[in-house]
């Protein structure tokens, strides 16, 4: 082992840690001959879309991983989120945080329904039920709750609020899969639950989604809906989409689901050694997870709070020098984002906070336990330097790099 002599930060004109970025969600795509032969095997069956062997197959391993009667596989997680919107006949206004990714808001209003922004709880960062019910008016159809990060919503009361004003209970899932709740795997809460396997998700079929559902009902219609609104019995029975996720994609999931295992417990070890090196480091706090649920770690969340010396931006900029391509997921919170911000909106006091304070790391298969280090190694230097990093971010405003777009 080589003793590294302490980096000069980039920001402040040292050379970059990582002249090739290190970005936040590289697709994790395993051993890529396993790929090809799961590609080839969908090639050699001639059949490539229309509910497949494969996508039969994806969605029965799905039901069962999750502990949920029924998964039907489609084409996004956005297109998940619709599908089952319809299939519970939501209208009217859909009470969701404004703390999460556009798509929760978009996916709703897509179809016509009027998100209303609620305010998220200020450790877990998940919608606060006890905010919903002032946003409930006899236009409120249904509450959206997204567990971000992967971080269980109040799923028990969010069930109350929702009982007490007949509304239908529908979950963002996108950053759970293969996280648990009160010991049951997410997917099996509320009316429905919907997963994204977008490329920079957890478990990925590159471009894919699904609707999870005790509900047989709601199964059945999200079936339907996903394929111009053929039935069980080949019949059109009314309006429907193409929503189907293609043989390909469905293979390309069945093999990685059995990798599934060693990214989580890859992100864990990583999410423990920020959280180890990040410890008492005064300004910043690294969100934990529950110990005794299981939790994919997709996602290391750290946040700066009021004795930090730099702002989230500060150090973000300092990090960006250093090619450490941390994002501040979600700034802002949809309620400013077009065509959202025009509107009158509650107070959401937790969100614009948290919206300014939190910045993710860095993780998945493709970032090492060194790079986790050298990240914070980052993080430490700019914090005990804050008064330069300041002047040297001033200094560069607006020539600071800005984050790109998803990076897949
Ligand atoms: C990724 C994501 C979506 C959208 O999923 P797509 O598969 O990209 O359509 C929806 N909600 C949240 C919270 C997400 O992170």
Same mark, same amino acid.
Not at 198 to 207: D, I, Q
Not at 253 to 256: E, I, K
Not at 323 to 345: I, N, Q
């Given at each position: 082992m080589t003793e590294e002599r302490p980096r000069r930060l980039a920001i402040l004109g040292g050379r970059p840690a990582f002249p090739e970025p290190l970005v936040v969600g590289r697709p994790a795509l395993g051993d890529r001959r396993a790929l090809l032969r799961a590609i080839d095997r969908a090639l050699g069956r001639r059949w @490539?879309?229309?509910?497949?062997?494969?996508? %039969?197959? *994806? =969605?029965?391993?799905? $039901?069962?991983?999750?502990?949920?009667?029924?998964?039907?596989?489609?084409?996004?997680?956005?297109?998940?989120?619709q599908l089952a919107a319809r299939a519970l006949d939501l209208s009217g206004e859909v009470i969701l945080p404004s703390f999460t990714y556009v798509a929760s808001a978009h996916a709703l209003a897509w179809l016509g329904l009027r998100p209303v922004f609620c305010d998220?709880?200020?450790?877990?960062?998940?919608?606060?039920?006890?905010?919903?019910?002032?946003?409930?008016?006899?236009?409120?159809?249904?509450?959206?709750?997204v567990h @971000?990060?992967?971080?269980?919503?109040?799923? %028990?009361? *969010? =069930?109350?609020?929702? $009982?007490?004003h007949s509304l239908r209970l529908l979950f963002d899932a996108a950053h759970a899969f293969g996280c648990?709740?009160?010991?049951?795997?997410?997917?099996?809460?509320?009316?429905?639950?919907?997963?994204?396997?977008?490329?920079?998700?957890?478990?990925?079929?590159?471009?894919?989604?699904?609707?999870?559902t005790d509900d047989g009902d709601v199964a059945a219609r999200v079936r339907a809906f996903r394929r111009f609104g053929i039935d069980g019995r080949g019949q059109v029975s009314g309006p429907g989409t193409n929503a189907t996720m293609s043989e390909i994609c469905a293979e390309i999931?069945?093999?990685?689901l059995g990798r599934l295992g060693i990214i989580e417990s890859g992100n864990r070890r990583r999410h423990q050694l920020y959280a180890t090196r990040l410890a008492g480091l005064r300004g910043v706090r690294v969100l934990a997870f529950q110990e005794n649920e299981r939790q994919n770690c997709q996602f290391a969340v750290l946040e700066t709070t009021q004795k930090a010396a730099l702002t989230r931006d500060e150090l973000l900029a300092a990090l960006m020098a250093d090619?450490?391509?941390?994002?501040?997921?979600?700034?802002?919170?949809?309620?400013?984002?077009?065509?959202?911000?025009?509107?009158?909106?509650?107070a959401l006091p937790v969100t614009e906070r948290l919206s300014q304070t939190v910045l993710c790391?860095?993780?998945?298969?493709a970032v090492g336990l060194h790079e986790v280090r050298t990240v914070c190694?980052?993080?430490?230097?700019?914090?005990?330097?804050?008064?330069?990093?300041?002047?040297?971010?001033?200094?560069?405003?607006?020539?600071?790099?800005?984050?790109?777009?998803?990076?897949?």
């Open positions: @490539l879309s229309n509910s497949g062997p494969a996508v %039969r197959a *994806l =969605e029965g391993r799905l $039901a069962s991983h999750l502990g949920v009667a029924h998964v039907v596989a489609v084409s996004s997680g956005t297109q998940a989120l998220v709880l200020p450790r877990a960062h998940t919608i606060d039920p006890a905010r919903v019910g002032p946003l409930v008016t006899a236009r409120t159809s249904a509450i959206l709750g @971000l990060w992967g971080t269980p919503c109040d799923t %028990r009361g *969010l =069930e109350r609020v929702a $009982a007490r648990s709740h009160q010991g049951r795997m997410i997917g099996a809460f509320g009316n429905a639950e919907t997963f994204s396997f977008h490329a920079t998700k957890h478990f990925t079929t590159v471009e894919g989604g699904a609707v999870a999931g069945l093999a990685g090619g450490v391509a941390a994002r501040d997921y979600f700034a802002p919170g949809c309620h400013r984002l077009p065509p959202y911000r025009g509107r009158r909106h509650a790391l860095p993780t998945g298969p190694d980052i993080i430490r230097s700019a914090l005990g330097q804050a008064d330069a990093v300041r002047l040297a971010v001033r200094a560069r405003a607006g020539g600071t790099p800005s984050t790109t777009a998803r990076g897949s």
